[in-house]
């Protein structure tokens, strides 16, 4: 730093030097710069005196100078004092001690200048010592010690109230005067200060006492806060905080409560941040950890309850002991320690902290805090107090006044919400902190779900910006947060609060149902498990469930319902879980629980609703029973409770309508059984297969009449339930899409869903989904208004092409749309033209229908292959399914019943003497109403039914063009329409047997209605195979009205030539050219009709007794169902009904432990087939046969092509294989323009060809005549046969034998007296046989095989007796037959396999089969559903098609077949019965004469064959090959393929094992033995008749008889061989 003294100065001092260092002083100190100054007089005055000391200024001159300066500044003394000090310390420390002279002397002379106190202050003792200012240095450095520790380290005693009270007194009085006037903190601070230097106050204790009167003055807020606020500026920081904390310490005893004053003291200076909640929180008891601890034992404690409520408790002291244990617990817990925290935080709250409160109970557990009542009660009224505006504003009801809550007085309180975005920011995070303590308040509770509804209600309505949507959209999705976490456990704490039940509905209802099942999982699955409180809850709801359902009964409904009702109102998921549990395992409580639900708030029962389908969907359940074969009874019981609760109370059912629907997208279709319950008792739509026939016939009448007659139970009352259905459907578009995933799952049952279920469940599926299916269509078709339907239901070609609906079902749909569409269309027409004739008004409706039924027959043609409409046009189709039975007939029969019954009723009422008059009126003018509105809809039916007809007639020559063929015609008209539409329903089943009868009555062009009823009725096997019980219940429906029309003609002459006379229906020969019905002698007349329909009958009782053979189950149950459908119009024939009793006597006896189902079917059947039994009668009053006449062959020629007499059989054989069908193979189109040649040739008058073709009239004749006498004598030998023991063995056999005895007897009247010899020992056998047949099931095994055997060789004799040329054709037509496909049963050449095949053989056969017959495909087992249907048709043509109708032997072929099929198909029932020993007996004795013949009969066949090539060489060179083809394997392959093909191809590969095994384990000689048995049966039963014959007739028999045995017996020999 710059010398500010210059050494020129110090040498010219007294010169000038002096003067300069004056005025230098002078200016340093009038500097305004008031440190700069200091600083510089500083060093000017140290550099004067340092040159002092070094000698080069004397110290009088230096100490004059700071004379003339010393006056400059006030603290110039001190400066002065200041230099010394360094000067001091700086020359001690020099060695040179004249330098320390010079400022020794300096001082001396300085010591006027500066006082000295301050020299004493600054300087060092020893200096100060040599100056002379102290005595003795030492003592002066002990007494500045003494000082300092008196002023530093001894404390002051301060005044501390016992010492001097005054003081204290005087302060109180201060703190606690009127503050109320003019008074300040300011001024009091004053008067506070002064009284503590006056009397000595220590300061922390008068800030002690200033919070003690603060806790006694607490409204004082505005005057403490400030005073306390200035006093701890004279504080450190922390006191404050100490003080208080001291405080809290006093409370912490055991037996201390802290006052909650203190708590509101500590909460205000919380507030004004005057303290830190961290620095007070350590002084507040409990720890944290005491607290986490607490909690959780609370919950262990809530678990151990639960427990204890779970148990079984078995004696009453146990409970005398609970109770007394749980009275001690309620004490320990009545004195909770001092919590402070809690104290401290409800303060908090109190006054509106709401930030300090959210960090304490941060620190706790969840609602551990809230949990504590005081401090619930005070977050509620902080809540109430923070919505008040809003709440104002938008929440209070209309006409509510309510009282409105003042806001805190506390301008830090939060602030009041305005809006709702202010509510989530503010309002939310403190219902949060509440959770399930919301109970504690009501008010609050209700107040915040009318805020939801009012948000719920802006939210809803549109208009808002993008900004404000999402704002929104984060509001809504706090509001369920909120909902979840606070409102529903708040609702299960309040005890039985209905009126918030109903309140929350109120917001609730405006969530879609998604978000409210959301919200009710959560309630139900998680919120119990969240705190111990609402874990208590729900045990003690369970237990007051257990109690309650116990003592449900049907009696005490009400009292039961209004607990259960209280229950509900809390605590509802919890409940309906139990209720709904014990509604699964007993179904009895359904009725009982549905009507104790009236009590029910809304929100209960959506609640209930959405427990029911966590109920359905619950994926530990199993959907079907441990056997696989049916739908679970917890399943069914659901259901059934849905459709009863729905029905009975407003429950949404869109949830529920959505789950059916998800689950048939997924592919499963178990839960249609819901849908059919809920729509069943919503809407009063039944669907049942066992309606009666006077339900189905009102069922076809209108929308009055289907309710008064059409249903089980009386439909009432469905309207509003109907209605609520059909909005749920609507408003959530679930109509169609129900529709369609039904119509498409169907299938899927089959093809997805089947998989590995049992065959049996899968019909069942089928069975529900399809009836779901008519059930929801129906009730759409009668509750959708007309405008909704057709908005609804696109057209018939997006449905089957886009959304792939099976054909039947999306005409199902269609349907009411054409309806509708045409009813609509004809009141305009009739609106606009006003004629009143009938015509006119007939015209008006066929113009509507064109109109409407155009756009359909373009849509329909894209559904088939266009070769379908070459043979039926697109506008029959669209007719056929469009049409309905209310379109085709009026039901009247049924009105008048209905209306009869009315009439009863109505005088009833009259005689009626208890019921008071105003109800007699009321009821009789319902009834009369009743009555009108029944007629009137007759009356509207009945011209709607003649508009139809008058349509059809119009239409009719257009429908069938048949380019192809008239055969393929009807083909297709079975195969597209009558087959698909008649299992659809069981109305559907009639209207296609009526339909059929409609189009033969219009007498339309190209129709064959022979063909179309021989089709139905030749062979129903494979229908019948592949339907499902409801399918073939239906089946069995349609086949009933068909016979009934059929049996109808049969029954009269008259009305026969009035219905089918002169009809071309009735044509037999068809030509291509069309319609030509003008030729009496083309039509069938009433005896060859008769004998039609025999034929008819012996079909259906053939495919049946097939069915009944197969052992499937369910081909037995198919057959059954049809069977009893049938019944009133079949069997009437008494040998057929016979043939059927007793295989069904068989089914019984063998399904009786197997399988109780068929068992309980099978009986059923049988009761009621024996009480039809007087009703049937002999086939010679069936269809009357002509007595034999021996002229065969000249009538043959008289006869002659075409003529009058010329057979049916012949022309309509003619007619089939001229139409022979498209999709035959060309194999078949071969063999079938190989007999068409043969007919032509016959046609042009070969005698030859005729016999053996067609078989003469005569012939015929001789036949039937043949045929009768077989038949009585089969029914004699029935009768024999039935009293001997062995009847029940031989049961299938009977049939047969009895056939083949007589011919046995006319073959040869020489053999009786040996015959009636040999009679009594087989009887006797027979005898034993049943012995043994009861002993055990193995015997009844060889027994088949004696009847198989003795039926193949007498059914061999039998071809015998034809003349060689007819036998030969006959052959040829029947392996045509099985070729074909068509009869499945095998044929007379069948039977010349009697022994067992092996498997392999049985593979070449199937593969030969197949060859010939492209129709018989395995897809054809019960296995296959709906796919096996459309092929089927060609195979029944075909069977048809290459039968005859009234062919010369058909019924003794057929009647051998059917023996045949139930002889060989008893081998997979049966086991042997003779023992082995009695076998081989008689094997041995019969065994050499076996041989001889067989080898005779062998030579025999072959000289036939050899004359049958000769014959025929010229006539038909196609046909040879194929018989001698069909013929070998006749006697080969075919009779094993055919056997196979009579079996069910699903069954054939297993029963083949079987058969292998048996054919093991039997030797052949026991084979020969039973075909030796079988002759001699033969002999011993063609005793029974003893009648003249021809002579010519012996003889043709004699060599029969002769050559079939011989052939018989060697073929037998060799299957044996191959065996052995």
Request: glycine fraction near 4%; include cysteine; proline fraction near 4%.
């Amino acid at each position: 730093m710059a010398a500010l003294l210059p050494g020129e100065w110090i040498k010219n001092w007294e010169k000038g030097g002096k003067s300069e260092f004056v005025q230098l002083c002078r200016a340093l100190s009038e500097n305004k710069n008031h440190d700069v100054g200091f600083r510089d007089i500083q060093q000017a005055l140290y550099e004067l005196a340092y040159h002092v000391v070094r000698g080069n200024l004397k110290h009088d001159q230096a100490s004059n100078v700071l004379g003339d300066v010393i006056e400059f500044r006030e603290d110039m003394p001190s400066i002065l004092a200041d230099v010394f000090c360094i000067l001091d310390i700086e020359t001690s420390c020099l060695e040179e001690k004249n330098k320390r002279d010079h400022f020794t002397q300096l001082v001396l002379a300085c010591l006027y200048l500066v006082s000295d106190t301050v020299l004493k202050e600054r300087l060092d003792p020893e200096t100060l010592e040599s100056l002379g200012l102290i005595k003795q240095s030492q003592q002066f450095n002990q007494k500045s010690v003494k000082i300092k520790t008196k002023l530093f380290y001894k404390q002051q005693k301060f005044n501390l109230l016992r010492e001097e009270n005054e003081g204290y007194a005087k302060l109180i009085a201060e703190l606690g005067q009127d503050l109320s006037g003019n008074m300040t903190s300011d001024l009091i601070l004053e008067n506070i200060k002064s009284l503590i230097g006056c009397f000595n106050l220590d300061p922390n204790r008068v800030l002690d006492i200033i919070l003690e009167v603060y806790e006694c003055r607490p409204e004082y807020d505005d005057f403490f806060v400030p005073l306390i606020e200035s006093y701890m500026y004279m504080c450190e920081p922390q006191t404050l905080c100490h003080i208080l904390g001291f405080k809290f310490k006093f409370y912490q005893d055991p037996s201390g409560e802290t006052p909650s004053s203190l708590y509101r003291v500590a909460a205000v200076l919380l507030q004004h941040n005057l303290i830190d909640l961290e620095d007070l929180y350590v002084h507040l008891l409990p720890g944290d950890n005491a607290i986490t601890e607490e909690h959780r034992r609370e919950i262990v404690e809530a678990k151990q309850i639960v427990r204890k409520l779970t148990m079984v408790v078995l004696s009453s002291e146990k409970t005398e002991e609970k109770e007394k244990e749980k009275e001690k617990e309620e004490e320990k817990t009545e004195k909770p320690p001092d919590n402070q925290k809690l104290g401290l935080l409800e303060a908090l709250l109190k006054i509106g902290d709401w930030h300090h409160a959210q960090s304490i109970m941060d620190q706790m557990p969840p609602f551990y805090a809230t949990s504590h009542k005081p401090i619930a009660v005070a977050l509620c009224q902080l809540v109430h107090v923070t919505i008040e505006p809003l709440y104002r504003r938008v929440g209070v009801p209309k006409g509510a006044k309510g009282s409105p809550i003042s806001s805190l007085p506390n301008k830090r309180a939060p602030k009041q919400a305005e809006s709702f975005e202010e509510l989530r920011k503010e309002v939310f995070s403190m219902l949060c902190y509440l959770g399930p303590h919301l109970s504690h308040d009501p008010i609050l509770f209700a107040k915040v779900v009318r805020l939801g509804k009012a948000f719920m209600k802006e939210f809803q309505s549109d208009g808002s910006k993008q900004e404000d949507k999402e704002k929104m959209e984060t509001l809504f999705s706090c509001l369920l947060s909120i909902t979840d976490q606070v409102l529903l456990p708040s609702l299960s704490l309040m005890d039985c609060n209905a009126c918030m039940s109903e309140e929350l509905w109120g917001m609730f209802k405006t969530f879609p149902y998604q978000y409210r099942y959301r919200l009710y999982g959560q309630w139900k699955n998680e919120t119990y498990n969240s705190h111990p409180l609402l874990v208590k809850v729900k045990a003690q709801t369970i237990d007051r469930a257990k109690y309650i359902m116990k003592r449900l009964t049907k009696e005490n409904v009400k009292p039961s319902g209004r607990q259960i009702g209280k229950l509900s109102h809390s605590n509802p998921t919890i409940l309906f879980d139990y209720i709904l549990s014990q509604i699964q395992k007993y179904d009895n409580l359904i009725t009982p629980v549905v009507d104790s639900l009236k009590y029910l708030t809304s929100l209960n029962y959506d609640v209930l609703a959405y427990c029911i389908i966590e109920a359905l969907a619950n994926p530990e359940k199993e959907r079907m029973k441990h056997d696989d074969t049916t739908i679970s009874s917890w399943l069914q019981s659901l259901a059934s409770f849905c459709g009863a609760v729905f029905r009975k109370y407003p429950i949404e059912l869109a949830g529920l309508l959505q789950y059916v629907a998800n689950q048939l997208k997924a592919g499963k279709s178990f839960d249609l059984l819901i849908l059919k319950e809920v729509v069943q008792k919503m809407a009063g739509i039944e669907i049942t297969e066992e309606m009666t026939m006077e339900q189905l016939e009102a069922m076809t009448g209108g929308e009055q009449l289907k309710a008064e007659g059409g249903y089980f139970g009386q439909i009432r009352n469905t309207k509003k339930s109907s209605q609520r259905l059909k909005d749920a459907l609507l408003d959530h578009d679930l109509a169609l899409p129900l529709c369609l995933l039904m119509a498409q799952q169907r299938n899927g049952v089959i093809f997805q869903e089947g998989g590995e279920k049992h065959l049996k469940l899968v019909g069942k599926l089928y069975d529900q989904c399809h009836d779901t299916l008519v059930q929801f269509g129906g009730f759409l078709a009668s509750n959708l208004s007309t405008e909704d339907y057709i908005k609804r239901v696109p057209s018939i070609d997006v449905l089957c092409n886009e959304f792939h609906t099976p054909h039947d079902a999306a005409f199902f749909l269609s349907r009411p749309m054409y309806a509708h569409h045409i009813s609509s269309k004809y009141d305009e027409l009739k609106k606009a033209e006003k004629g009143n004739k009938q015509q006119h008004k007939v015209h008006k409706y066929i113009t509507s229908c064109e109109l409407v039924m155009a756009p359909v027959h373009e849509a329909v043609i894209s559904l088939h292959l266009p070769k379908v409409w070459d043979d039926i046009s697109p506008q029959f189709y669209a007719t056929f399914w469009s049409l309905t039975m209310y379109d085709l007939a009026v039901p009247h029969s049924s009105y008048d019943r209905e209306v009869n019954k009315l009439k009863v009723q109505m005088k009833a009422i009259d005689d009626n003497q208890e019921m008071p008059p105003n109800k007699k009126k009321k009821e009789k003018e319902r009834c009369t109403a009743l009555q009108d509105k029944l007629l009137e809809e007759e009356k509207k039916q009945l011209e709607h039914v003649q508009r139809v007809l008058q349509r059809l007639k119009l239409e009719k020559d257009n429908w069938l063009l048949a380019k192809s063929t008239k055969n393929e015609t009807i083909t297709k008209f079975l195969q597209l329409c009558i087959f698909p539409r008649c299992i659809f329903s069981a109305i559907d089943a009639v209207y296609c047997a009526h339909f059929v009868e409609l189009v033969h009555q219009q007498k339309t062009p190209n129709f064959s209605t022979l063909l179309c009823y021989d089709r139905v009725f030749s062979d129903i096997i494979y229908t019948v195979a592949s339907c499902t019980e409801n399918e073939a219940s239906r089946y069995g429906r349609f086949l009933c009205c068909m016979l009934e029309t059929v049996t109808r003609w049969h029954s009269d002459r008259v009305i026969y030539e009035k219905e089918c006379g002169n009809y071309p229906g009735f044509l037999t020969i068809l030509r291509a050219t069309g319609f030509d019905g003008g030729n009496k002698a083309d039509q069938l007349d009433y005896e060859n009709f008769r004998h039609v329909v025999h034929k008819w009958h012996y079909k259906l009782t053939k495919a049946s007794v097939h069915c009944l053979e197969t052992g499937e189950y369910t081909h037995i149950r198919n057959i059954l169902i049809v069977l009893t459908k049938i019944l009133p119009w079949y069997p009437k024939v008494l040998n057929l009904g016979q043939a059927l009793e007793r295989r069904v006597h068989k089914i019984c006896q063998e399904e009786k432990e197997k399988r109780p189902d068929l068992y309980a079917l099978a009986m059923g059947y049988s009761g009621q087939l024996k009480s039809r039994k007087p009703f049937m009668i002999p086939e010679n009053e069936f269809h009357h046969k002509d007595p034999p006449a021996r002229n065969a062959v000249p009538a043959t020629v008289q006869n002659g092509p075409g003529g009058a007499g010329m057979p049916t059989s012949l022309t309509i054989n003619t007619v089939r294989l001229e139409e022979g069908t498209t999709e035959e193979t060309d194999k078949l189109k071969e063999k079938s323009q190989g007999v068409v040649k043969v007919i032509n040739k016959t046609v042009n008058a070969t005698p030859k060809v005729t016999t053996s073709n067609g078989n003469s009239a005569s012939n015929s004749k001789i036949i039937k005549e043949k045929d009768d006498k077989e038949k009585s004598g089969k029914e004699k030998d029935k009768e024999k046969k039935d009293k001997t023991p062995a009847a029940t063995p031989e049961m299938k056999a009977l049939g047969k034998d009895g056939k083949e005895k007589l011919k046995e007897e006319r073959a040869n009247k020489e053999e009786k007296p040996r015959e009636i010899k040999e009679k009594t020992p087989k009887s006797d056998k027979e005898k034993e046989k049943v012995k043994k047949e009861e002993k055990a099931s193995k015997e009844e095994k060889s027994k088949t095989v004696v009847t198989i055997i003795e039926s193949k060789s007498t059914a061999e004799k039998e071809r015998e007796k034809e003349p060689s040329r007819e036998r030969d054709l006959s052959k040829e037509m029947k392996s045509k037959e099985n070729a074909k496909g068509g009869e499945k049963v095998p044929v007379a050449g069948s039977l010349k396999s009697p022994v067992p095949r092996s498997e392999t053989s049985e593979s070449e056969r199937e593969q030969k089969r197949r060859k010939v017959d492209t129709h018989s495909s395995p897809s054809h087992s019960s296995t296959v559903k709906g796919t096996a249907v459309l092929p089927k048709v060609p195979l029944v043509s075909e069977n048809y098609s290459s039968s005859r109708v009234i062919s010369v032997h058909f019924l003794q072929d057929n009647l051998n077949e059917l023996k045949d099929s139930s002889a060989k198909h008893y081998i997979n029932h049966t086991t042997p019965t003779l023992s082995k020993s009695k076998e081989r007996e008689v094997e041995k004795k019969d065994l050499d004469k076996s041989r001889e013949r067989s080898r005779e009969r062998e030579k025999k066949d072959e000289k036939d064959r050899k004359d049958r090539k000769r014959d025929h060489s010229n006539n038909d060179r196609e046909v040879p090959q194929d018989s001698t083809k069909r013929r070998k394997e006749e006697n080969g392959t075919t009779g094993s393929s055919k056997h196979s093909k009579s079996e069910s191809p699903s069954d054939s590969p297993r029963l083949n094992e079987k058969e292998k095994e048996k054919s093991k384990s039997k030797s052949s000689g026991k084979e020969k033995g039973d075909s030796i048995k079988a002759e001699k049966m033969e002999k011993s039963s063609s005793g029974s008749k003893k009648e003249s014959r021809h002579d010519k007739e012996k003889a043709e028999k004699k060599e029969k008889r002769d050559s079939t045995g011989g052939k018989e017996e060697k073929k037998h020999h060799k299957s044996s061989d191959k065996h052995r």
